[in-house]
C-alpha cells in the first residue's frame, strides 16, 4: 500500500505564494499529480509529472505553478505563485505505478486558502 503525505497548504492573499510537498513511501511510481477540489465542484487535475520526465499543466495555472520531483520520485512539490481567490481549494497528492488518469493511491488533503 502507497502512502501519500502532503504538507504545505495554508491561507495566503492574494498574489502570495505556497509550496505544496508530498511524500510517497515507495518508489517506482510511474506518475505523481495534484488535483484539487473546489468548494461544491468536482474534483480537477491541477498538474502531473509522469514518465521519465513529463509534465502536464491545467490551463488555469499554467505560468503560475511549478511541479517537480526529486531525483528519487519520491517527493513531489507544487510552487504556487500569484495565487488567485480561485485557488482556493483542498489540494490532494495522487499517484500511480502505471497511469495517470485515475490514480489509484491518494493524499489526505492539504487546504489552500486565498484571500482578497
Known amino acids: 500500500q502507497v502512502q501519500l503525505v502532503e504538507s504545505g497548504g495554508g491561507s495566503v492573499q492574494v498574489g502570495g505564494s505556497l509550496t505544496l510537498s508530498c511524500a510517497a513511501s515507495t518508489r517506482g511510481l510511474y506518475c505523481m499529480s495534484w488535483f484539487r477540489q473546489l468548494p461544491g465542484k468536482e474534483r480537477e487535475g491541477v498538474a502531473t509529472?509522469?514518465?521519465?520526465?513529463?509534465?502536464w499543466y491545467n490551463d488555469s495555472v499554467k505560468g503560475r505553478f511549478t511541479i517537480s520531483q526529486d531525483s528519487a520520485k519520491t517527493t513531489l512539490s507544487l510552487q504556487m505563485n500569484g495565487l488567485k481567490p480561485e485557488d482556493t481549494a483542498t489540494y490532494y497528492c495522487?499517484?500511480?505505478?502505471?497511469?495517470?488518469?485515475?490514480?489509484?493511491?491518494w493524499g489526505q488533503g492539504t487546504q489552500v486558502t486565498v484571500s482578497s
Open positions: 509529472a509522469y514518465g521519465r520526465r513529463s509534465i
Open positions: 495522487a499517484a500511480d505505478y502505471q497511469q495517470c488518469r485515475a490514480p489509484t493511491y
